[in-house]
């Protein structure tokens, strides 16, 4: 779904699912498809989300159907994240898959090399192309490349920013604010730590986070390390400052300054923390907004802020992201391509990020974010955007094994089971037997 439909609480209940795809054996064509070209034929798409989350994208197929009234759309989408990939995986291998459909940035690059996904390059330099390769962050769509081609597209990002209540500050005597820290450079390690003593002092949580790739990677690269090398080898455990920077996280969450969201009870979850003045910090992405909207809190108690740096500095953090890719088998390539395009284009995203769940991945549609309101730093959230990355290849190469890591070796971390090293050399020992298989 969007990444700003797909929390992170839904996301970490996910089991991995099958490693690889093998070899597709079927040549029939996908369904949905038709002989027809140009702006007729009919296109079958296909993405994961409840009921609620589904209406949003009913409101882009009305669109869509509208400006196409020759093109025969069909929807088909699947309640779960698991159970949608389990099911896509399916009818990728049989031949039964949708003409264009999402796919998780944590499945994406492990489907490239069994050839079911539609090479996007001369479509997107086409004359008349809503969209082009440009008009998106290589950061973003790299682990969507294999030998130079491209095979898919973000449908939108979500920055795992810090949204922060003032009120818990406050009752920690903390006068100063994040953001205008943050915008004076002043928003450093140092400042934050110092307010986190603070906070525990007087008996209210610091920060909540969820236990997935963006988040462990985001504070090493924040902290001033590294997570791989540019050959994608893992280096997390031999980068001096990646070790430091996870003794000091798993710490901090030892002695009860920061809580693993995913280990909450319910009606002690982190957004009723969040809520009831109990918890300062929070790291979610631009759904965040919906959740503060619907609960009728004061919104100026509530602000954004980026991951502090030893420096002050903004550095890059992670992004989670969902693609949208075309399948290689539709038979009216050029059908696909027309809703493919328009779902990606800035009017498409304007349509189905109006509710404030996601960040357009496309430039031109910014104001999206900023006119909106809420919250006042909301430029933050496309500063993050803009310098940020998706998962690393390596992992993203390999489905499931983002999730094994942060289960088998940070959660242990965190719950201080294992040392910082042993938890970083435990994952690069996972990575390079999961990367060689």
């Known amino acids: 779904m969007n990444t700003i439909l797909l929390t992170r609480r839904n996301l970490m209940r996910l089991s991995a699912l099958t490693a690889a795809l093998g070899a597709t054996a079927a040549t029939t064509s996908c369904s949905g498809s038709s002989n027809s070209s140009g702006g007729k034929g009919s296109v079958t798409w296909s993405t994961w989300g409840s009921p609620e989350e589904l209406t949003l994208l009913e409101e882009f197929n009305d669109h869509f159907r509208s400006k196409h009234p020759k093109i025969t759309l069909t929807f088909q989408p699947v309640a779960s994240y698991e159970e949608y990939h389990t099911k896509l995986l399916a009818q990728l291998s049989s031949g039964t898959a949708p003409d264009v459909f999402y796919i998780g940035d944590d499945r994406v690059a492990s489907v490239i090399p069994n050839k079911v996904l539609q090479p996007l390059d001369?479509?997107?330099?086409?004359?008349?192309?809503?969209i082009t390769k440009e008009n998106f962050s290589a950061e973003v769509y790299g682990i969507a490349e294999l030998d130079g081609a491209l095979y898919a597209l973000p449908n939108d990002v979500n920055p795992d920013a810090w949204w922060y209540n003032k009120n818990v500050l406050k009752a920690a005597g903390v006068t100063e604010d994040p953001a205008e820290?943050?915008?004076s450079g002043k928003w450093t390690t140092e400042a934050f730590l110092a307010m986190s003593s603070a906070i525990k002092a007087a008996g209210l949580s610091t920060l909540a986070f969820w236990n997935y790739w963006a988040t462990h990677a985001s504070w090493m690269t924040s902290q001033g390390g590294a997570v791989y090398d540019d050959q994608g080898h893992y280096v997390a455990n031999t980068d001096a400052l990646s070790v430091a920077a996870m003794e000091q996280f798993a710490a901090r969450c030892q002695a009860g300054e920061f809580l693993v969201a995913d280990?909450?009870?319910?009606?002690?979850?982190?957004?009723?923390?969040?809520?009831?003045?109990k918890l300062a910090f929070f790291a979610q992405g631009r759904y965040t907004t919906n959740t503060l909207t619907s609960a009728g809190v004061d919104l100026s108690g509530y602000d954004v802020v980026c991951w502090p740096t030893p420096q002050g500095t903004p550095a890059p953090t992670g992004l989670a992201a969902s693609f949208l890719a075309i399948n290689a088998k539709a038979a009216d390539v050029e059908a696909a391509y027309t809703f493919f395009g328009d779902f990606l284009s800035a009017e498409g995203q304007r349509i189905r990020l109006a509710s404030g769940t996601a960040v357009p991945s496309i430039?031109?549609?910014?104001?999206?974010?900023t006119?909106?309101?809420?919250?006042?730093?909301?430029q933050t959230l496309l500063d993050m955007r803009d310098e940020g990355y998706t998962n690393y290849r390596t992992e993203a190469a390999v489905a499931g094994l983002s999730g094994k890591i942060s289960t088998d070796c940070m959660l242990p971390l965190y719950q201080g089971k294992l040392t910082a090293q042993a938890a970083l050399d435990n994952a690069a020992a996972l990575v390079a037997k999961e990367a060689q298989a």
């Open 122 to 130: 001369a479509q997107l330099t086409a004359a008349g192309s809503p």
């Open 181 to 183: 820290l943050a915008a």
């Open 263 to 277: 280990d909450l009870p319910e009606g002690g979850d982190a957004d009723t923390l969040f809520l009831t003045d």
């Open 371 to 378: 006119d909106a309101g809420f919250p006042a730093h909301a």
């Open 363 to 369: 430039a031109g549609a910014d104001d999206l974010v």
